[in-house]
């Protein structure tokens, strides 16, 4: 049975009722029907709770892929330099030679598959989705772990790592003596890793009871936003593919002497299907047509009814802060592919506040696990190369002279000790008991000494 022969049914029905009416009043008794759906209410979150659920979290989910992406992209904008800590000299690490170019080829070609710059990168995704990343450092039998050993760093995918614990957690005071090997699996084989040859770096874990040693991800208190954009996207996505009809025309109450009959689940079954002829999509009616007087009732929704961009913005900005990313970066990203050139305010606040901090973090990791400190040098890393920052750096070198002149004014002029001016200059005091005098305390020949000299002609 078709639609129109259903509302002709109805029709039929009606007729019949008003004539027998009187005679037949069970006619017009209701029929009741269990719900043809149900909403039960209950919310649906993603399950970010096995490792393998937090990666296709940043696959799927477009706002936290461009967030990790974002953070990986500007932790690759370091510049890397190396400190003498004899003479203090520091030299971009591309021209550091002093070593034969040892550690220079180890960290800007770490392996056959990755620059410098990639691997960096993908560090930092493994860092931000799963809470934790691993380092694997090639060392040939039976050399020590330090740079000049080591001929390759990899990183591991966190989800093919497993720590075997020792158990003697409470007792240790070293690192072998809580963890006794990584189980790196791969094809489904576990290869065996010393622990002195990997780099583990993890985000705050509080579970003592179990993965203590591993890290946390800071997608997982995040479920419920990452849900809700997923959500909306899909409802979306619903209305633009599958679009319905507009709306349900039905008899008019006005003209008819009984209210309308209830339909059987057959004939419930027979509209579902009648409504598939109809929406605003290709070769489908736009309106139900019927013979006898009806009236319209809108059933359409669309996206700004529903809320949907709001719920990804409102959504978005905990995902945003979580990282360290302020979301007008985030919406740059997405819509342009760029952070945009009228971002910087926002871009000094992600680096000065996350990305500079993480890095000194990786960098001190780094000194330690390959042992720079033993060689008599270290590695750090800055980002004043970049536009954005450089304008800070120019304030910050102004301010610093204003106060070095003011300093030196008023020490000359016996209103500050020695030891206040080196201070407010930046000058190590090598003798305490001469930094309590004044000026005017000194000898003419050490105030000569000292005193500011006159350029020439």
């Avoid at 002829?277 to 736009?286: L, M, P, T, V, W």
């Avoid at 926002?346 to 390959?370: G, H, V, W």
């Avoid at 720079?372 to 954005?388: A, Q, T």
Wanted: aromatic fraction near 10%; charged fraction near 25%.
């Amino acid at each position: 049975m078709g639609l129109k022969d259903t509302f002709n049914k109805s029709l039929d029905y009606l007729k019949i009722g008003a004539k027998n009416k009187a005679l037949n009043p069970s006619a017009f008794t209701p029929r009741v029907f269990a719900p043809t759906f149900i909403i039960n209410g209950q919310p649906v979150w993603r399950n970010l709770s096995e490792l393998s659920y937090l990666i296709t979290c940043y696959h799927e989910n477009f706002l936290v892929n461009a967030v990790i992406n974002i953070r990986a992209d500007a932790k690759a904008n370091r510049r890397r330099f190396v400190r003498d800590l004899v003479t203090l000299e520091e030299t971009p690490l591309n021209e550091y030679v002093k070593d034969g170019g040892i550690l220079k080829k180890l960290l800007l070609n770490p392996n056959p598959l990755q620059s410098d710059r990639e691997r960096i990168k993908q560090k930092s995704v493994n860092y931000d989705i799963f809470g934790e990343s691993y380092t694997y450092a090639t060392v040939p039998i039976p050399f020590d772990v330090d740079y000049k050993n080591i001929t390759t760093l990899k990183n591991l995918a966190p989800y093919c790592v497993a720590p075997v614990l020792t158990g003697k957690f409470l007792e240790a005071t070293q690192l072998d003596e809580i963890i006794t090997r990584y189980d790196f699996t791969i094809g489904g084989k576990p290869i065996p890793i010393d622990v002195k040859k990997v780099l583990h770096m993890n985000n705050v874990n509080v579970m003592l009871d179990q993965n203590f040693t591993k890290g946390s991800s800071k997608l997982i208190p995040l479920q419920k936003p990452i849900s809700n954009i997923d959500e909306a996207l899909k409802a979306r996505n619903v209305m633009i593919v599958k679009k319905g009809a507009l709306g349900i025309i039905s008899p008019k109450a006005s003209n008819l002497e009984v209210g309308g009959l209830p339909f059987t689940p057959g004939e419930i079954k027979q509209l579902h299907e009648s409504f598939d002829d109809y929406g605003i999509s290709e070769n489908q009616k736009a309106f139900m047509l019927s013979p006898t007087p009806m009236e319209f009732t809108k059933i359409a929704m669309n996206v700004k009814d529903l809320g949907l961009f709001e719920e990804v913005s409102l959504s978005g900005m905990p995902i945003c802060y979580a990282y360290g990313v302020p979301p007008e970066l985030a919406k740059n990203w997405i819509t342009t592919g760029t952070l945009g050139t009228d971002s910087d305010e926002a871009q000094k606040r992600m680096y000065s506040d996350s990305i500079i901090p993480e890095t000194d973090d990786d960098d001190e990791a780094d000194n330690e696990f390959l042992k720079l400190r033993d060689f008599g040098i270290e590695i750090f890393s800055s980002f004043d190369h970049l536009k954005f920052l450089q304008a800070d750096k120019k304030k910050e070198a102004e301010t610093n002279q204003i106060i070095s002149a003011t300093a030196e004014r008023e020490f000359f002029s016996a209103l500050i000790t020695y030891g206040q001016y080196a201070n407010r200059v930046g000058v190590e005091l090598v003798n305490e008991s001469r930094g309590k005098l004044l000026f005017t305390d000194l000898t003419p020949e050490e105030q000569n000494a000292i005193r500011p000299k006159k350029a020439a002609g």
